[in-house]
DNA sequence: ATAGGGTTAG
């Protein structure tokens, strides 16, 4: 009897010191060791529920070991030990053990506590529909689910619901039920209308009214119920709701500001996010890292640099103590502001003193390297990133394509796949992107498919990057299809179909898509004036051309830039209306610069304007001296001329400034009606030769019966000196004839890919079946006659 | 309950 008592005594004092064992007591953890230690050598054994209590200090202390150390000692556990240790097996995300305990357990032994424990096992997993099959399971079981049981199962449901019906079901078991008071219960409820709001095939307007009513019949409601709300206006793109119902909280609570100013910041509102947080400031609401990363990324994305590092210094004047997850999130975003600026190198200098870095600081990294076009640097940053996502990946990749490494790009993309990354529709736009640069039209298709396969279909970024392929492969019509399908289409969307029609020479086509689209109410931007300024250029519109020139800053309000300025200047040069570009370049705001005398230089050599050449290209030899294409377009203005002793004088003085020619094409006109592309001339010193040659030609065609406006193209297919691929074409000069319908950039590109894969007689295969014209391609005395995809081959004399 | 990397058009 004494006995008994003194084990009485002594488990209510171990009962109490465990009482002081509060998970969020530092000491907790070596406390509850002590005390156990202390049982131990005193030969107490625990039972019941100081057991039970030790069990579940130990788990809630990261000290899981000894927690399943003690149940697995127990010859029969009760329900609340294995209700705990189901719990702590969930804590640790080891829902196997948890569900083993579970299933172990006999049907008659299990309540309703043991139930929530194991929803709430597969919520806090994020395995939602697991936990809504359990809570069908417990019902059918006829087990009563209580209000914990509906908090733990509809924010199960938050996780996976796509349907209306699913959370109308719910919240009819819940009014059922009578936990329709529970304010944990509603709360939960609202973010399950919520979130399937946010779903994209269900009505968010109705299911979001629904979270509403919810709300206003709540008897009682809790921060969480508004955050919930307002978080719920802002992921459904309601800003101005979700702006009245902060207005109308009493208490000022940060988290609701913070994700209202998220809210602004992704809707690219940055004034407004903005000035939220000087209000905050004024009001004195707590700022966490939450509102510091967001009114970071704000300044970074709106361009404001001083101001986002004012942000900072105020952070680190104020904050005592950053801890490491603070920092970490908020350096990220500084890492962001400075690249976006323009500070590439301070940014990697952020980067590398950060005491934590995660992937996302990796990314932004790579991002700021691949956006400033400093390749190598992204390369070797790329190759020393340990772990790698399907966003760093999707970065790389379409930063190879847009520097013009669109092999590269390819290889990545495939490499990609192999290490198990499915690709999102960001990287298929990145390697259709490569397709578009190397001009492969097969590869671009295969893509295509592989995006339709893997349901991209209706993705605007690869949709657009689709245009773009077709465009510069020479399939037009392909490019309309994709733009006349696409669900959604955006401004991006425009330019590409624009500049796909003007680049093939389809001026009035595009401008009457330009047309239409101002029609539609969609303005146009700097890029659309490009595009429709070049589109002006190719087709001859001056009168158009110069109308929208001054529209841009007349009817917009966008400052013309020198890019602008050169498409005009190009467009009056190659009418012949010198004298009025001299008055434009004249009343710029700026000193013109290198693409302006371009621009004047290729007029003069199309119309044979010596003085004016001249005086562009001097002028163009002391800006970039070294740029190749001013040599070239001199040599042929004077090859125009038929001045071949001034050419070799240019030859010359390349050769001796020690201008590389770098591989590519060039044009001249013969008797104003031929075009000659040239692909890298510098295996013919003697140019002149090469000209005669042409000339040759041109009256060879003309007693073959040609039209005289035919262009073609010569190709040098020895000039490839880092290839191996001779091919049987290799050693003589190639004339293909018929590429009108081709833009001169495919043509380049088509032809130097081909060569590269020393796949010459596809190359032009390709093109005759592309271009849908006939390609003759001399071949010393042979010709091989290509059309709609064939060849012949012959005797040329 | 809130945050921090990406894409496409010239």
Redesign the pocket.
């Known amino acids: 009897m004494k006995n008994a008592n003194s084990i009485r005594t002594i488990a209510n004092r171990y009962a109490s010191q465990l009482q002081l064992c509060d998970p969020k007591n530092p000491i907790a953890s070596s406390l509850s060791r002590t005390v156990h230690a202390h049982m131990i050598s005193s030969g107490f054994k625990p039972r019941g529920h100081i057991l039970n209590r030790l069990i579940d200090v130990y788990s809630k202390t990261s000290k899981l070991i000894y927690a399943r150390q003690l149940f697995d000692e127990i010859p029969q556990p009760d329900i609340v030990s294995r209700t705990t240790l189901i719990a702590a097996h969930s804590a640790s995300g080891n829902l196997k053990l948890a569900r083993d305990i579970f299933s172990k357990t006999p049907l008659q032994m299990r309540d309703t506590v043991f139930y929530n424990a194991m929803i709430t096992a597969y919520s806090h997993n994020n395995d939602g529909h697991a936990a809504v099959e359990l809570f069908c399971d417990m019902r059918r079981d006829n087990f009563k689910p209580d209000n914990f049981t509906f908090t733990s199962v509809l924010?199960a449901l938050?996780l996976v619901v796509g349907e209306e019906k699913q959370c109308m079901q719910m919240h009819c078991a819940v009014v059922k039920s009578g936990t329709g008071l529970f304010t944990s219960v509603l709360?939960?409820l609202i973010?399950v209308y919520v979130k399937c709001a946010s779903s994209p095939f269900v009505s968010s307007r109705s299911l979001i009214g629904a979270a509403r009513r919810v709300f206003d019949d709540m008897p009682k409601r809790d921060?969480?119920s508004?955050?919930?709300m307002i978080?719920g206006y802002?992921?459904n793109d309601d800003l101005e709701a979700a702006r009245e119902f902060l207005d109308g909280m009493n208490e000022k609570?940060?988290?609701?500001?913070?994700?209202l100013?998220?809210?602004y910041?992704?809707h690219d509102f940055y004034q407004e996010a903005l000035e939220m947080f000087r209000k905050m400031l004024m009001l004195g609401i707590q700022l966490?890292?939450?509102?510091?990363?967001?009114v970071?990324?704000?300044c970074?994305?709106a361009g404001l640099f001083q101001l986002g590092k004012q942000v900072h210094a105020y952070l680190l004047r104020t904050e005592a103590k950053p801890t490491l997850?603070?920092s970490?999130?908020?350096?990220?975003?500084l890492?962001?502001?400075y690249?976006?600026c323009g500070k590439i190198d301070e940014a990697r200098v952020i980067f590398n003193q950060m005491p934590?870095r995660?992937?996302?600081?990796?990314?932004?990294i790579?991002?700021?390297y691949?956006?400033a076009g400093r390749i190598d640097e992204a390369k070797s940053f790329f190759g020393e990133m340990r772990e790698r996502?399907?966003?760093?990946?999707?970065?790389m990749?379409?930063?190879l394509?847009?520097n013009g490494f669109g092999e590269d790009g390819l290889k990545l993309f495939s490499q990609m796949r192999l290490e198990g990354f499915e690709?999102?529709?960001?990287?298929f736009?990145?390697a259709?992107?490569s397709c578009?640069?190397l001009g492969v039209l097969g590869n671009g298709r295969q893509l295509h498919a592989q995006l339709v396969k893997s349901g991209y279909e209706s993705?605007?970024?690869?949709?657009?990057?689709l245009?773009?392929?077709y465009?510069?492969c020479g399939v037009v019509e392909a490019a309309s299809c994709v733009f006349y399908t696409m669900p959604n289409v955006?401004?991006?969307?425009?330019?590409?179909m624009?500049?796909?029609l003007?680049?093939h020479g389809d001026g009035v086509q595009a401008i009457e898509l330009y047309e239409r689209m101002l029609k539609k109410g969609i303005l146009p931007?700097?890029?659309?004036f490009?595009?429709v300024l070049?589109a002006c250029s190719h087709a001859g519109l001056v009168e158009e051309g110069r109308r929208y020139f001054d529209s841009m800053h007349g009817l917009y309000g966008i400052t013309p830039?020198e890019?602008h300025y050169a498409?005009f200047i190009d467009l009056l040069c190659r009418a012949g209306k010198f004298s009025e570009a001299k008055d434009v370049i004249e009343s710029m705001p700026f000193k013109p610069g290198a693409p302006i005398w371009e621009a004047l230089l290729a007029g003069c050599r199309i119309h044979g304007n010596m003085d004016s050449g001249i005086q562009a290209a001097e002028q163009l030899f002391q800006l970039i001296p070294q740029h190749d294409g001013t040599y070239v377009l001199l040599s042929n203005m004077y090859a125009t001329l038929g001045r071949w002793d001034d050419v070799a004088k240019v030859r010359k003085l390349m050769r001796d400034r020690g201008v590389k020619k770098e591989p590519g094409c060039s044009w001249i006109e013969v008797e104003n009606k031929v075009h000659v592309f040239l692909v890298d001339d510098t295996v013919h010193p003697e140019v002149q030769a090469v000209y005669e040659y042409l000339e040759q030609l041109v009256l060879e065609m003309r007693k073959l019966g040609y039209a005289p406006d035919t262009k073609f193209v010569l190709h040098d297919m020895e000039s490839d000196q880092k290839e191996h691929a001779l091919s049987t074409h290799s050693e003589k000069l190639a004339v293909a004839f018929g590429l009108m319908k081709l833009p001169h950039g495919v043509t380049i590109r088509v032809l130097k890919n081909l060569r590269i894969c020393g796949d010459c007689h596809n190359a032009f295969k390709f093109m005759s079946k592309v271009a849908g014209r006939e390609i003759v391609v001399r071949d010393g005395k042979r010709f091989h006659h290509f059309r709609n995809g064939e060849c012949s081959c012959g005797d040329y004399w």
Not at 288 to 294: A, I, K, L, P, R
Not at 490 to 496: F, I, K, Q, R
Not at 525 to 528: A, G, L, Q
């Open positions: 924010s938050a709360n939960a973010s921060e969480l508004w955050t919930t978080t802002v992921k609570l940060g988290v609701a500001w913070n994700a100013i998220s809210g910041v992704h966490d890292e939450f509102t510091y990363t967001s970071i990324s704000a970074a994305s997850d603070f970490l999130s908020v350096n990220n975003a890492l962001t502001l690249w976006k934590v995660d992937l996302v600081s990796w990314n932004a790579l991002s700021a691949v956006s996502n399907l966003l760093t990946w999707t970065v990749i379409s930063g394509a847009q690709p999102c529709d960001y990287a736009a990145g259709i992107t578009a640069t993705s605007l970024s690869a949709g657009n990057a245009i773009t392929m465009a510069r955006d401004p991006v969307s425009w330019n590409a624009i500049a796909a003007g680049q931007d700097r890029i659309t490009l595009t070049s830039g890019d498409r």
